[in-house]
Nanobody, 124 residues
Framework: QVQLVESGGGLVQPGGSLRLSCAAS????????MAWFRQAPGKDREFVAA????????DYTDSVKGRFTISKTIAENTVYLQMNSLKPEDTAAYYC?????????????????WGQGTQVTVSS
């Protein structure tokens, strides 16, 4: 199994940028499809972005398309979420998740392994 640790969250002004990292240990990120989810207070966990085990395909929720980019590096065994043009509505706890190679979708139940989350707050 894989262990996931997120970092890179913080407080940023609207229009600013952050890069979240998800460091994997135990197994390599090329063994799983990887995804980012987020959860704001009082709301359900929401799909943000995903990348296939091969890195050849990505998927984004409409609200972040053109602003967020998911990527990964095998050498560092890390998945990233580059977030640009941040908005107050992006404020949430962001979670990294790993799921099986044979299925990549937006359903949180597809993903077997989760990190502890990192808080992103967008406010002036």
């Amino acid at each position: 199994q894989v262990q996931l640790v997120e970092s890179g969250g913080g407080l940023v002004q609207p229009g600013g940028s952050l890069r979240l990292s998800c460091a994997a240990s135990g197994r390599t990120v090329s063994t799983y499809n990887m995804a980012w989810f987020r959860q704001a207070p009082g709301k359900d966990r929401e799909f943000v972005a995903a990348i296939t085990w091969s890195g050849t395909r990505t998927d984004y929720t409409d609200s972040v398309k053109g602003r967020f980019t998911i990527s990964k590096t095998i050498a560092e065994n890390t998945v990233y979420l580059q977030m640009n043009s941040l908005k107050p509505e992006d404020t949430a706890a962001y979670y990294c998740a790993a799921g099986p190679k044979f299925r990549m979708d937006r359903n949180a139940n597809t993903y077997n392994y989760w990190g502890q989350g990192t808080q992103v707050t967008v406010s002036s």
